[in-house]
């Protein structure tokens, strides 16, 4: 898969796109090995996935100038990049480590294709399990009166390690609309599906007071509006009265590190488009 690329795009919907593009690769005789396209009658926009190859060469750029041409006749945004290409993320975290240590491991053993160069916490909890996995670690408490000068460490860290996305995992700090803008549409957090009806601490100790009979977890890109932002996956599971609130906690963290993966990965593969307030997962 060397020579095997993305293309994704977005544009206005209009007729003529997918005519247009799959033209360009049948005229220069590159194979169309994966194709998904969708038309949103709300927003009136269109998005593709277009997985090809193999190419002639490692790189694409004789395709370039027929998408810089379609581009412009669309008003088109589109991508083309190599399916080896992993992003570099970003993980940040507190002192639940989960998550953490499910993308650790699933990034180690080939799962998940991203690379981590780096993680983040306001807490050291988690300094040693970083070093086990040979990846650095740093740690930038945060109060009040700090925010503003750690969150510009963070933006620094983005740009030394040429960070494309950021996952929050379990990272438990409100983030600034000014990181929310510098990475949007980069950044991923999770948290439990309770929301808003079991909001603050413990709100696996809440829905079992309550008798909740599902529990689940949501994926979303992080905006300014806390907790907000555009979803990109949710599941549940289903309990009963026999779970102690460890079990409950215990069975919610699981469907966390599977959310939370199966976003992380779907954005890896170029999977993900946001559209508005909503996404488009291909």
Partial sequence: MANDHFLTLSCPDK?????????????????????QQFSDPVTEKFFMRVHFGPTPTESPEFLRPHFEKLAGEYDMTYDIRPVAQKPKVLIMVSKIGHCLNDLLFRA????????IPLIVSNHPDFAPLAASYGIEFRHLPVTKDTK????????????????????????????????????????????????????????YHQAYDRGVKIIGAT???????????????????RVDHSLSPKALVDEGSNVESQVLAAAVKWYAERRVFLNGTRTVVF
């Fill in 15 to 35: 007729p003529g796109i997918v005519h247009a593009v799959t033209g360009v690769f049948a005229g220069e005789k590159v194979n169309i090995i994966d194709l």
């Fill in 108 to 115: 180690k053993t080939g799962q998940l294709p991203i690379e």
């Fill in 148 to 203: 503003a000068a750690q969150e510009g460490q963070i933006l620094e860290l983005i740009k030394e390690h040429n960070v494309e996305l950021v996952v929050l995992a379990r990272y438990m700090q409100v983030l600034s609309p000014t990181l929310c803008e510098a990475m949007s549409g980069k950044i991923i957090n999770i948290h439990h599906s309770f929301l808003p009806s079991f909001k603050g601490a413990k709100p």
């Fill in 219 to 237: 994926a979303h890109f992080v905006t300014a509006d806390l907790d907000e932002g555009p979803i990109i996956e949710q599941r549940v599971a």
